[in-house]
């Protein structure tokens, strides 16, 4: 049992397979990582001990009488908690959502509870994934499991956290600039944003609807792709799911990346960037020439543009998003307030922290007439260019590498008071949700503190396949180091 | 000398189209369900719902512009219209503001007193209906009802075309047959299912510049529109007269208090933040499609009124009342088809029909009986099964509960008594019976053989034929 | 700091998102507002003149649904979360109709 936690996903659905481990095993060797290490982690805002291991009793019966046979038949998992899930909490880790339990599951969870993974509980996040460090939880701070004193990123931070404690084998996340792949990178394990389209969003509480993805955080490449074509779906209840015929995503994991080319954006590597993530990015890059790549230098074009767009077009989004959350139908509602618009304005105002409000506020003016054009259309108008660029380099390369985060994991307490600076840490990241392409973030080696950095590949739509082979390369070759 | 005012007129038309479901989920749009039991995550807003297009929305949006000359905008989409509402379960409506489905349309209408004009259509949009709030006295609070929420409509935007309620009431006629025909919609007044908001200004007769204008709300019947288009030109005369200005506002029409009065309060900025719906893809309708939502479009009024000329040879007048209504004219339709005889149907139409929806105040639209029941009542009184008394009795079963007439008549024994022995015998009682009244027929009183035949009917329970009646009373009084 | 937003444009802003914020909050959501506005005027920057607003990245259009009911009543479901409820029916403080 000792060493039950240090296994893959892949490798614990083929262990119960097997025979040699039970899904009620499994799941109680995540119970009790939880118990040890929870305190100081707190990665969950909603655990679920009974109901865990009942369904982990459900999916050992299941995979012995023959009728759950995928590679994660009984395997532990951690939900981000902006998926709804039927019957269990979810609170988008705000306190307006503190008493919400909804009546349905979004399609990824139900597509992973069809192949037999069981959910032990939903992870902790920065408010409505709004943030960068999982500290804007209404539900307290997450901690890095690699150091404590550090934040996990954001904002699918108790995600990243739970794979990197494990207290669950592997969990899944959302991305809407960044919020997969930077805490994997904080934490030192995988995270994939895939294309736009490939996992329905159905289920997931939006925050910017045009470029929030949900993704698979996990211990390494192999779990990934087996994760993502478990979950990738077209699901006609959401109008923007794609129906895409190469969702095997397991066959690219190949180690062989020779002739593939592999572009590196200069402007990625200029001022800001943390020296030893500069080093071991670029280290990255170095093998895998080695092993046969075309490695080369390129500009990328209108880099320093993505953050204020983004930030233009992910808070108008999320300010009408969010304007469900009203004390009418579900959720906290002020209770001395007899007015309706008063009832709206503190079940609001006393429901949301202050970075939902800041992104409310901005997001409420960007649209708000007059200024409609000047902002929105224009931040429209940026994406398109954006997009281009990334056009024109997957004209010419098959692959984009380049760090997540300019920094490793900062300390807890250190970012929220500049909201500014927070944001520029983005720089990396958001691009790729503004263009709806896929970005895995992949371990690499840790800084002179030992803290985790993370390489991040990023790929043409619909070419989530490259980036697994020349993950899976990487990541093979960095094991026989 | 007093001024002149001159009256402009704009209409927003609000459609709820007859779609078996709503816009962007499979709950079912059908009327009077308890509270909430027409309702799903997307149409209720619960988070991670995600709404997806009814393709017939499209189609019935199509069809309305094709039918008022619109242009159909070939690629657009939906925008989110927000604003803070417990009937607007999101908080935003979907709506379309920057490419409505359907542009630049007219339809020409024709007044009562005969004024013939072109009203120019703005725009029509597709969007989707709130829910119901109604108030509780108890709890002095309000109670949400979603099933109306996610109901389609069509917004039909005019032009400030209109100078009379006259007018208004004309354009909305034509509106309302013209969407009844393509059976886009029932267009209720009552129920809802048809809205109108009034956008009104007034100016001084010969001038070029509209005056400000005011937009009413809460017209639920014809009567109302009238009664408010009156009211608001008054007021607004009213204030220009005393040197007042004319607000630009929104006000709620109370038809019983025949007074309208202004509807926003502080909290609404009236500033609703459009944006293209990130959750939606946008439409494209291919030249393909139009073709073929304009080769599945019905005959409407204009070319059935010349087609029911030709065929039928009816009077125009019929032709208008029967062709008045897609109901009406496919009951006509109907009914012809099975009996071969047009005159007969128009006939029953024009007289118990209308007479009996006057009566009961019923619209044609809610007129429900088969036409297979009123061509075999036809067919009954056309074989002299029963006489035209028993068939008129017969016709009110039909109009009110649509009763088969065969049965009907079989089970009640209402057929005309065909044994000639039977009623020669009866005649011939009465006879013996009325000497007065035959010596007056004798004695040259035409009209007293009336009396005998009622007597004959009467002894005969209203079940004889009143020709052969007649015919046989003449012959046994001229035996006598 | 280019932008400077008025004490009525935060008045305006919260009653278009229903947040009500304190007079520390005000001054801070001043200040972050035209910080954000600042940076996001660096856009203009750009020419982009004849480039199309790009809402949707790919070109997907004419994703329908068919009429057809495929829900039932859901009620009891819908009005699980709700704070407040009669009747069936979501209760909530008296509107203006």
């Given at each position: 049992m000792s060493d039950i936690l240090s296994l893959t996903a892949v490798e614990l659905g083929k262990a119960i397979k097997a025979g040699e481990y039970t899904a009620v095993q499994a799941m109680q060797a995540v119970l009790d990582q939880i118990d040890k290490t929870e305190e100081t982690v707190h990665a969950y805002v909603t655990i679920d001990k009974e109901a865990a291991l009942a369904k982990a009793a459900e999916a050992q019966k299941k995979i012995e009488a023959g009728e759950l046979t995928g590679p994660l038949a009984g395997v532990p998992v951690a939900i981000k908690d902006n998926m709804c899930t039927e019957g269990m909490l979810t609170t988008c880790s705000s306190k307006i959502l503190s008493n919400f339990v909804p009546t349905f599951s979004s399609e990824a969870v139900i597509n992973l509870e069809k192949a037999g993974a069981v959910v032990i509980g939903k992870t902790n996040m920065d408010e409505f994934a709004m943030g960068s460090t999982t500290e804007t939880s209404y539900y307290g701070v997450t901690r890095n499991p690699r150091n404590p004193e550090h934040v996990p990123g954001g904002s699918s931070g108790g995600s990243a956290a739970a794979v990197a404690a494990q207290e669950c084998f592997f969990a899944l996340g959302s991305d809407t600039g960044g919020s997969i792949r930077q805490p994997a990178s904080y934490c030192g394990v995988v995270g994939l944003k895939p294309t736009y389209g490939t996992v329905s969003r159905y289920g997931l509480i939006a925050y910017g609807s045009s470029l929030d993805q949900i993704g698979p955080l996990c211990k390494d490449v192999t779990d990934c792709a087996t994760i993502l074509e478990t979950i990738a779906s077209h699901d006609p209840k959401d109008s923007t799911s794609m129906k895409r015929e190469d969702t095997n995503f397991t066959e690219a994991l190949v180690k062989d990346v020779k002739g593939m080319k592999i572009g590196i954006p200069k402007s990625y590597f200029g001022e800001g960037l943390q020296e030893d993530v500069k080093a071991a990015v670029l280290a990255v890059a170095d093998k895998l020439k080695e092993l046969g790549a075309e490695v080369e230098e390129f500009d990328l074009a209108h880099v320093k543009y993505a953050i204020p767009t983004y930030y233009t077009i992910a808070d108008a989004e999320a300010s009408s998003n969010l304007e469900r959350f009203d004390g009418v139908k579900y959720g906290y509602r002020a209770q001395d307030a007899d007015e309706l618009h008063r009832m709206y304005k503190k079940s609001r105002s006393e429901g949301f922290g202050p970075e939902v409000k800041r992104r409310i506020m901005l997001g409420s003016f960007v649209l708000s007439s007059g200024y409609y054009d000047a902002y929105y259309l224009k931040a429209l108008r940026v994406k398109a260019l954006i997009k281009k660029a990334f056009d024109d380099a997957f004209a010419k390369y098959d692959i984009i590498l380049g760090p997540v985060a300019p920094t490793t994991a900062p300390k807890l307490g250190c970012s929220l008071s500049n909201p500014m600076q927070m944001y520029l840490g983005d720089i990396y990241t958001i691009s790729v949700n503004l263009a709806g392409l896929p970005g895995i973030s992949v371990p690499c080696g840790t800084d002179s503190n030992g803290l985790p950095i993370g390489v991040q590949m990023i790929g043409d739509c619909f070419a989530e396949k490259k980036l697994i082979r020349a993950a899976y390369t990487y990541e093979q070759a960095a094991k026989e180091v | 000398m007093a001024k002149e005012y001159e009256t402009v007129i704009g209409l927003e038309v609000h459609v709820e189209l007859a779609t078996k479901t709503k816009i962007f989920c499979g709950c079912s749009t059908a009327?009077?369900?308890?509270?909430?039991?027409?309702?799903?995550p997307v149409c209720t807003g619960m988070p991670g719902s995600l709404p997806v297009l009814n393709k017939q929305v499209v189609e019935y949006a199509m069809a309305v512009g094709l039918a008022t000359n619109c242009d159909i905008t070939q690629n657009c989409k939906f925008d989110r219209k927000n604003y803070f509402y417990p009937d607007n379960p999101q908080n935003y409506q979907i709506s379309q503001l920057y490419l409505p489905i359907c542009r630049n349309g007219h339809v020409d209408i024709e007044t009562e007193s005969g004024v013939k004009k072109a009203v120019r259509i703005h725009e029509i949009h597709m969007e989707e209906d709130a829910g119901k709030l109604v108030h509780d006295e108890w709890e002095d609070a309000s109670l949400v009802d979603?099933?109306?929420?996610?109901v389609p409509l069509i917004e039909i935007v005019s032009e400030p075309d209109m100078r009379s309620a006259e007018e208004v009431i004309a354009y909305l006629e034509k509106l309302r047959q013209t969407i009844q025909y393509l059976g886009a919609s029932d267009c209720k007044l009552q129920e809802g299912s048809m809205r109108a908001d009034v956008n009104l200004s007034v100016r001084e007769v010969g001038t070029e510049k509209f005056g400000t204008r005011t937009e009413m709300k809460n017209l639920n019947s014809f009567r109302a529109i009238q009664h408010a288009i009156e009211g608001e030109k008054n007021r607004q005369i009213d204030l220009i007269e005393e040197g007042k200005a004319v607000v630009q506002e929104t006000r709620r029409w109370d038809d019983n208090k025949a007074e309208s009065y202004p509807m926003r309060s502080k909290e609404d900025a009236q500033d609703y933040r459009y944006f293209p719906d990130p959750d939606l893809v946008p439409i494209h309708i291919s030249d393909e499609w139009i073709e073929r939502v304009k080769a599945a479009q019905p005959e409407m009024a204009p070319e059935k009124k010349i087609r029911y000329k030709e065929e039928f040879d009816l009077p125009d007048y019929d032709i208008g009342i029967i062709t008045g209504t897609k109901q009406m004219a496919d009951i006509f339709e109907e009914t012809t088809a099975i009996c071969g005889n047009p005159k007969k149907v128009s006939n029953w139409l024009m007289g118990e029909t209308l007479r009996l929806m006057k009566e009961t105040g019923t619209d044609p639209e809610d007129l429900s009986f088969s036409p297979k029941h009123l061509a075999d009542l036809i067919a009954m009184v056309d074989k002299k099964e029963i006489n035209s008394s028993v068939a008129k009795e017969v016709f009110e079963k039909i109009f009110a509960e649509d009763i088969d007439p065969v049965a009907y008549v079989d089970e009640k024994g209402l057929?005309?008594?065909?044994d000639e022995g039977a009623l020669r015998k009866t005649i011939e009682e009465i006879v013996a019976a009325n000497p007065q009244s035959v010596a007056d027929f004798k004695g040259g009183k035409e009209k007293a053989i009336g009396f005998l035949v009622g007597q004959t009917m009467k002894a005969m329970k209203g079940k004889a034929d009143p020709g052969s009646v007649n015919e046989i009373l003449r012959e046994v009084l001229a035996q006598q | 700091m280019a932008n400077v937003i008025s004490d009525e444009t935060i008045e305006y802003v919260g009653i278009l998102a229903k947040l009500e914020l304190n007079d520390e909050e005000k001054e801070q959501a001043k200040k972050d507002l035209a910080e954000m506005l600042d940076y996001i005027d660096e856009l203009g920057e750009l020419d982009t003149t004849g480039v199309e607003p790009m809402s949707h990245v790919f070109p997907v259009n004419n994703v329908f649904r068919e009429d057809v009911v495929t829900n039932g009543d859901d009620s009891e479901n819908i009005l699980k979360n709700a704070p407040g409820e009669k009747d069936n029916m979501f209760l909530v403080p008296k509107t203006f109709d």
């Open positions: - | 009327f009077g369900g308890a509270p909430n039991t027409h309702t799903c979603y099933n109306r929420s996610g057929k005309t008594v065909n | -």
